[in-house]
């Protein structure tokens, strides 16, 4: 007896008035329906078609600082909190506002504990422990202006990736990839790469931050290890060839596709998809990661060595994955939580990113690459402007008031600074971006209008950008 899921039965089923509804229904939808169609095609995907001129994104790089790098020593620079260094922060700041922390401590203002810098034609202030992101400040938007409702670190992480801070939302890259589908036939079209410095031990980034959620699982990132085997078990069992290996996928996806037929369940059409997939990546993946065919100079711009398995290195394989189609590139470096010891750790993660951040940039434009990509850097949330005291050193506590982060490339204007925080970088007060202007902004940017992008899921249209409302960053865009 043959088995039908529900979604099957209703399907095969829709006759008489209600197919006449639903053709009724179906002629005034938008052509992205993504409860209908199940996945999108890359022919109907764009939603809010590009004037003529207009530069957009076909791909996306998240370089994300896991852990909240501090804005107050990198990116905002306040006289003012300097001046007022070991002071008690005034209580019209932070009377009755949300603290991690430090509620019902002892509020000392912390000045910023490195000196800035001005780089570019317009004389941007940036830190001096970015000094190769400074020389690059012209193709860069500053925005100083972002906020986030989340002030612990996985709830946050999670906000910043899917747009809620409740486990079980697809990730930005599984709905990009969802909507856009990739150019790559031999790689997955959502990549993930995960770097440490050496030095502590930082919080673990689960791979629920790349999950792809209620939609189907063949959205969800891969992650791809930067050091041994990229993909676990990629090699072939000893004693089994290529052509017995692709036999044996071809055999079991007949079969699969065979029950599919009766039961039209998306985690099997995903099964077959993903088992082709696995067999392509045997023969693409460790191409993929061989820099050994960099030249010696690309390997000296990014400050990385064959093998090391650094921040630097995945930045040279997010270039090399965005030439071969990827569609979304999320780089995670850890170890930015910094409570304290903030005058010793901070320099070392800066410089572990620094080089290779401005190097990606470069080699992007050498490559005609940089006027169709969009380069997101960013944290999870902000640092406060009050201090942190742990084991006898000094460093800030999360924040979700005031956070800052860059965005470059395709559709966006460089050389920009982008809204201001209060004098004492505690709350955003100019331009207030949010993490939903953000995820709309990007949509834009990739030709998709985030008010109509939805997937149909416990019967509402749910989507990236949520309900609450949000709005395309559209100072920002060239």
Not at 140 to 148: F, G, P
Not at 175 to 181: D, E, I, K, R, S
Not at 185 to 214: E, M, N, Y
Not at 235 to 261: F, M, R, Y
């Amino acid at each position: 007896m043959n088995e039908l899921t529900r979604r099957a039965f209703l399907g095969k089923t829709s006759q008489g008035l209600g197919a006449l509804a639903l053709a009724s229904l179906e002629a005034k939808a938008s052509p992205l329906t993504p409860a209908r169609r199940g996945e999108l095609k890359e022919s109907d995907s764009y939603l809010s078609p590009r004037s003529a001129g207009v530069r957009g994104a076909k791909r996306v790089i998240w370089l994300t600082m896991a852990g909240g790098p501090s804005q107050l020593e990198l990116f905002d620079p306040k006289p003012k909190l300097a001046q007022l260094h070991g002071q008690p922060m005034p209580e019209s700041f932070t009377k009755g506002q949300q603290l991690a922390q430090l509620q019902g401590q002892k509020l000392l203002c912390f000045g910023p504990q490195f000196p800035f810098a001005k780089y570019g034609k317009h004389q941007t202030e940036l830190s001096t422990l970015l000094p190769h992101t400074g020389a690059m400040i012209d193709d860069i938007c500053l925005i100083r202006s972002m906020t986030t409702d989340a002030i612990n670190h996985d709830p946050a992480h999670m906000f910043m990736n899917t747009g809620s801070q409740i486990a079980g939302r697809p990730s930005m890259g599984a709905w990009v990839t969802y909507g856009l589908g990739s150019a790559a036939k031999d790689l997955p079209g959502f990549v993930v790469l995960v770097s440490t410095g050496p030095g502590r031990s930082p919080q673990p980034i689960a791979a629920r931050q790349w999950s792809s959620g209620f939609l189907p699982s063949k959205f969800q990132g891969v992650q791809l290890r930067s050091k041994g085997d990229p993909v676990l078990y990629l090699a072939s069992p000893k004693g089994v060839t290529q052509e017995q290996q692709g036999a044996d996928i071809a055999a079991i996806s007949s079969l699969n596709a065979h029950h599919n037929s009766f039961v039209e369940d998306p985690e099997i059409a995903t099964r077959i998809a993903q088992y082709e997939l696995a067999y392509q990546m045997q023969m693409s993946v460790p191409g993929l990661m061989d820099l050994s065919q960099e030249k010696p100079e690309t390997l000296e711009s990014y400050g990385c060595q064959l093998g090391d398995g650094s921040f630097a290195s995945n930045c040279l394989l997010a270039r090399r994955l965005a030439e071969r189609g990827v569609r979304f590139i999320q780089l995670y470096h850890r170890d930015w939580d910094h409570h304290s010891q903030l005058r010793e750790e901070l320099p070392l993660r800066a410089k572990e990113v620094d080089q290779a951040c401005a190097a990606l940039i470069k080699d992007l434009k050498q490559r005609g690459l940089f006027d169709d990509t969009l380069i997101v850097w960013s944290g999870e949330f902000g640092r406060t402007p009050m201090s942190q005291s742990n084991k006898g050193t000094t460093g800030r506590d999360h924040h979700n008031k005031a956070m800052s982060l860059w965005v470059a490339g395709a559709g966006v204007q460089g050389g920009l600074v982008y809204g201001a925080t209060d004098e004492l970088g505690y709350a955003a007060q100019e331009n207030v971006a949010t993490v939903h202007d953000l995820h709309a902004t990007m949509l834009h940017l990739l030709g998709i209008d985030h008010s109509a992008f939805t997937y149909k899921f416990q019967g509402l249209d749910a989507k990236l950008t949520g309900v609450e409302g949000a709005t395309v960053l559209k100072g920002i865009l060239s």
